[in-house]
């Protein structure tokens, strides 16, 4: 069994527009969905999938089946709203830690 992180650490809800793609018209995005989470308003470096160094100006944790598209556009607590430029899974492996999905927006 997989532990993952527990519900009541994920204090926060964001709101994810999945990143369909693009189109003639612009961006296309699927549905919005409220994801309990934990949010992090910390400035950091991260790497693109692409090997691209960015600033992350923010991240939030949730459980470990949250697997947002990059570029994904995401309306935090306090109502910006932003994109996904990295997602990173931590997997317990069966040890005391918590399994769960960060992921780092703009």
Known sequence: MV????GFLLRHQV?????????????LYDSA???????????QQVTTPGGEQVTSTSSYIAR???RPPLNSRVTLPD????KIVHVARADGA?????????VFLQ
């Open 15 to 27: 709101t994810v527009e999945a990143y369909q793609g693009s189109s003639s018209l612009g961006d």
């Open 94 to 102: 069966g040890l005391p830690v918590p399994s769960n999905t960060q």
């Open 3 to 6: 532990r993952q992180v527990p």
């Open 33 to 43: 969905e409220t994801v309990d989470c934990l949010w992090d308003e910390s400035t």
């Open 64 to 66: 470990p089946d949250h």
């Open 79 to 82: 109502g910006r709203v932003t």
